[in-house]
């Protein structure tokens, strides 16, 4: 048995994308698969997108998009990330990326898109220049489409106020929470990752929003022992034993992605909720057992209703930045890829 499996279902995905073209009722889907398509495996969730109707994949640097490219010649690859240096300028030139524009500067010979800042305070233009022919879209984006809509309403009005006299050109602002809620945002494209996975932009059930989660994180038991009371488990002592209780060892940590402040969250041991127990180690974390369990018994880290959602909020965090995190060392976590 591996340490631990992840097991990205792209049927869950392509089903997510459909839920998507729904609910944009028109505008194109661009599905967003940097960081790895948030740790789910960019390469497996681009070609499935597409397949499924996404119009295009966005990324954030240029290896990233290139490595895309070699798999799919003709695919629309847009990047979203500053181009830092001339050399990967003509490797997106090259290679036909598209690229999101912040700076005064337009370069030539490749396909771009103009970000005005309408509101996010991050990259983008604060005014929008006359576009020249190398344009071909214009975009922003919005920092509160999952939390305050009417301030996303706002940043929608500055962009189509901005944008309106150029309606030839691609006029995307759309995250995944502003495609599923708000119908104003769509415009001609949106730019969709988070939901694709079948993760809630909102941090609630995902199943509200008709949505799949497509990640699954099993591990097993690899010890399992009773301590007595008084006796603690892990660094710090921070589970001391009042009554003789079972424990079982996860070896699944930190640096594989379990983040640390995770401990009080549940994790499936073969059919029950289990809480995590104990500091998280970089390599195993411990679950309080109801009774003894034997070694080998499956750990369910994520999915099969161990929602991101909430180990999220246990740990503080966004599901994002937990699924992206799951480590991707073969030498540690196992992958495999199913089309259910
Ligand atoms: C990451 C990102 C998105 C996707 O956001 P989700 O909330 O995951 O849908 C869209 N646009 C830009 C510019 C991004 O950086």
């Known amino acids: 048995m591996h340490r631990s499996e992840v097991t990205v279902d792209l049927g869950a995905v392509r089903r997510n994308v459909a839920t998507l073209l729904r609910a944009l009722g028109g505008a194109e889907l661009w599905a967003v698969v940097k960081a790895d398509a948030y740790g789910h495996g960019a390469r497996d969730v681009g070609v499935t997108a597409l397949d499924a109707?996404?119009?295009?994949?966005?990324?954030?640097?240029?290896?990233?998009a290139l490595e895309l490219r070699d798999?799919?010649?003709?695919?629309?690859?847009?990047?979203?990330?500053?181009?830092?240096?001339?050399?990967?300028?003509?490797?997106?030139?090259e290679a036909r990326i598209?690229?999101?524009?912040?700076?005064?500067?337009?370069?030539?010979?490749?396909?771009?898109h103009l970000k005005l800042d309408t509101g996010m305070g991050r990259y983008g233009l604060s005014e929008l220049?006359?576009?020249?022919?190398?344009?071909?879209?214009?975009?922003?984006h919005l920092a509160t489409a999952d939390t305050d809509p009417a301030f996303a309403r706002e940043q929608i009005d500055r962009f189509d106020e901005a944008t309106r006299e150029h309606a030839h050109l691609t006029r995307h602002i759309a995250n995944s929470a502003a495609a599923l809620r708000i119908p104003e945002a769509r415009f001609d494209a949106a730019r969709c990752g988070v939901a694709l996975y079948g993760l809630s932009p909102f941090g609630e059930d995902a199943?509200?929003?008709?949505l799949e989660p497509a990640l699954t994180?099993?591990?097993?038991?690899?010890?399992?022992?009773?301590?007595?009371?008084?006796?603690?488990?892990?660094?710090g002592r921070r589970f001391v034993a009042e009554r003789p209780t079972w424990i079982g060892l996860v070896p699944v940590g930190y640096a594989d992605g379990f983040r640390r402040d995770l401990t009080g969250t549940q994790v499936r041991v073969g059919g029950e909720l289990c809480?995590?127990?104990?500091?998280?180690?970089?390599?195993s974390f411990a679950v309080e057992l109801p009774a003894e369990r034997p070694i080998g018994t499956p750990v369910t880290i994520l999915g099969q209703?161990?929602?991101?959602?909430?180990?999220?909020?246990?740990?503080?965090?966004?599901?994002?930045?937990?699924?992206?995190?799951?480590?991707?060392?073969?030498?540690r976590t196992r992958r495999v890829v199913v089309d259910g």
Request: charged content about 20%; proline content about 7%; hydrophobic content about 40%.
């Open 53 to 64: 109707g996404a119009h295009a994949l966005c990324v954030v640097t240029i290896p990233e």
């Open 71 to 93: 798999e799919l010649p003709s695919a629309r690859i847009l990047c979203m990330g500053p181009v830092p240096t001339s050399r990967e300028l003509a490797e997106a030139r």
């Open 98 to 112: 598209e690229l999101a524009i912040s700076g005064d500067e337009i370069p030539e010979g490749v396909a771009v």
């Open 129 to 140: 220049p006359q576009p020249t022919r190398e344009v071909v879209g214009l975009m922003s």
């Open 207 to 210: 199943a509200a929003d008709g």
């Open 217 to 235: 994180w099993r591990s097993y038991l690899a010890q399992v022992r009773q301590l007595q009371p008084g006796a603690s488990t892990g660094y």
């Open 275 to 283: 809480r995590v127990v104990g500091t998280v180690s970089m390599d």
């Open 305 to 331: 209703g161990v929602a991101a959602e909430a180990h999220a909020r246990v740990a503080g965090t966004i599901n994002y930045e937990l699924v992206s995190r799951i480590s991707s060392d073969p030498r």
